[in-house]
């Protein structure tokens, strides 16, 4: 069995090669996930989300360092490179994980970042203007809840 620590880089590697199947394989089948955008998923939820960003994302570029695990958590910090399809703006958002354990799987997976740094580059005036604000978050989150519903509906 892996260690955590090797979960985490196991994780990241299959992120960086877009292996979509792999990083799914990580996760415990009562899995959670949350960032910025995407908020309470469940397992299949968030399997399918690392397939629609990494397929969606074609100059999607992942770093990753300072992974530390023990035997029930774990981190990491990574950073993601990519343009943003809805406005065609390049995007490097640097975001902080934090990953609960059982069994040698992910059971809960939770990224942070600066909402208002991603909108500002992801979305330019409109997110310098209003990414500090709960209405842009509660659009973004809207539409990308949406935006899963559909994948998963069209790939199921």
Not at 41 to 68: F, P
Request: aromatic share 14%.
């Amino acid at each position: 069995m892996k260690t955590n620590e090797e979960l985490i880089h196991h994780f990241y590697t299959s992120f960086k090669n877009k292996d979509f199947k792999a990083m799914q394989e990580c996760y415990a089948d009562h899995a959670t996930f949350n960032d910025a955008a995407f908020r309470n998923l469940n397992t299949a939820q968030v399997r399918c989300m690392w397939e629609m960003l990494i397929k969606s994302g074609k100059d999607m570029r992942v770093e990753y360092n300072h992974v530390k695990a023990d035997e029930q958590t774990g981190s990491a910090e990574w950073v993601a490179h990519y343009t943003f399809s809805a406005t065609g703006k390049k995007v490097v958002n640097s975001i902080k994980a934090s990953f609960r354990f059982e069994n040698g799987k992910i059971v809960q997976h939770e990224d942070n970042f600066s909402f208002y740094n991603w909108s500002r580059q992801a979305l330019g005036l409109p997110g310098l203007l209003l990414g500090w604000t709960d209405f842009l978050k509660n659009k973004i989150r809207k539409r990308a809840a949406e935006n899963l519903r559909l994948y998963m509906a069209a790939h199921s």
